[in-house]
């Protein structure tokens, strides 16, 4: 039986304040729920949050990938939720990740101006490729902190 075809969606959003007011805690709120719902669902993925906007990329099997989505548009930390798009992919970019997940900071900077974000995400100017490219990105160098902190005496 040949394998799921899977779906890579991308889509952004504008952060309202709710039962969660610090941006910090409502971004590890969203990845902890994210990732109890996405290893039963088969979604991997990445969340990208700068304050002010999320953008995310899921991938996974289509109908899934479709549910999540909507899951998210009814999220009430969630408003002008906006799927950029969703295209059909051969493999997962974030096979590790049942969701990960950034908040901007400065030390990643150079990453969002490498990939034409030098301040705030303008929601309007953005695409899929560079959502996709920004977030395995932000991922490696993620795990590659991670990894040389670990390796710290």
């Not at 304050?51 to 479709?66: A, D, I, K, N």
């Not at 909507?70 to 051969?90: C, G, L, N």
């Not at 034409?116 to 929601?123: F, K, M, N, T, V």
């Amino acid at each position: 039986m040949p394998a799921t075809p899977l779906h890579r969606l991308v889509y952004s959003s504008t952060y309202r304040t709710g039962r969660i007011d610090n941006e910090l805690l409502a971004l590890r709120d969203i990845l902890s729920q994210s990732r109890k719902n996405n290893q039963k669902s088969e979604i991997t993925g990445y969340l990208m949050f700068d304050g002010e906007s999320f953008v995310q990329v899921l991938e996974g099997p289509r109908e899934s990938v479709e549910a999540t989505m909507a899951r998210i548009a009814q999220d009430e930390r969630h408003r002008d939720v906006t799927i950029i798009a969703i295209k059909p992919t051969e493999s997962r970019a974030f096979h590790n990740w049942t969701m990960g997940g950034y908040r901007r900071s400065a030390e990643q900077d150079p990453i969002f101006r490498a990939h034409g974000i030098p301040g705030q995400i303008d929601r309007a100017q953005l695409s899929f490729d560079t959502v996709v490219s920004l977030a395995i990105a932000l991922g490696a160098d993620q795990a590659k902190r991670a990894s040389s902190s670990s390796n710290t005496p």
